[in-house]
Each structure stands twice: as structure tokens, then as C-alpha cells.
């Protein structure tokens, strides 16, 4: 791996959050949840990147717990690659599981919303 300055700085945060988590001055569940839920959500912009929608749709789907943030990740992907028609069934699936919109949610897809009006 390239040693750039994005590398050497997320070495040293990771390295600082370490230190601070052996000396318990960070919780460590939360620690954990942020981290893993980014990666999840860091793997649905992978993949949505690369137009790989079946793995896109896994990776979500194997989440243990999806949140706003995930759900939002996964509509921005699609609303990004012009799939209107995926991201109103997204809308509507996340209804349906009882996550709210968030207004970047709704922000991220206005263009889609606006062009059913």
C-alpha cells in the first residue's frame, strides 16, 4: 500500500483511538459499532461504485442491524447510478422496516421525487 498522507494520517488516528480505548477513555462498544457499522455502509459505496447492484443488495441485506445511515448509503447509490424505479422501492422498504427519512435521505434523492411531480 501506497504510504500517502490519507494513509499515514488514518494510521495515526487508529493508532491514537487504540490508546484511547486501552485507557478507557473512549467506550469501547461504541468504538466498536461506529467502526463496524462504517465498514458495512463503506462496502455498499464500493460496490455501488463499481455498478455491482446483486452485491450491493447482499452486503445490505446481511447487516445485522440497518440504520438510517445504511439505508441512506444504499438509496444514494442508486439514486447516483439513475435507477428511480429501485430507489422508490427502497423508499418504500424502508417504510416498511420503520426507519424514518432522514432530510439527507430525502435530499440525496429530491431529484427522483421531483421527477414523479
Known sequence: ????LNNRLL???FSLLGDCI?????????????IYIYIWV?????YVSCSNHTYVRW?????????IV????LVQ??????NSREVIELLCEMKKAGIGLSGFTVASCS???????
Open 111 to 117: 431529484e427522483v421525487l421531483w421527477a414523479l411531480m
Open 42 to 46: 463503506s462496502l455498499i459505496n464500493i
Open 22 to 34: 486501552l485507557r478507557e477513555a473512549i467506550n469501547k462498544e461504541y468504538i466498536y459499532i461506529y
Open 77 to 82: 447509490g442508486f439514486v447516483d447510478r439513475g
Open 59 to 67: 452486503i445490505f441485506d446481511e447487516i445485522p442491524q440497518q440504520d
Open 1 to 4: 500500500m501506497e504510504d500517502t
Open 11 to 13: 494510521k495515526q488516528y
Open 70 to 73: 445504511s439505508w441512506t448509503a
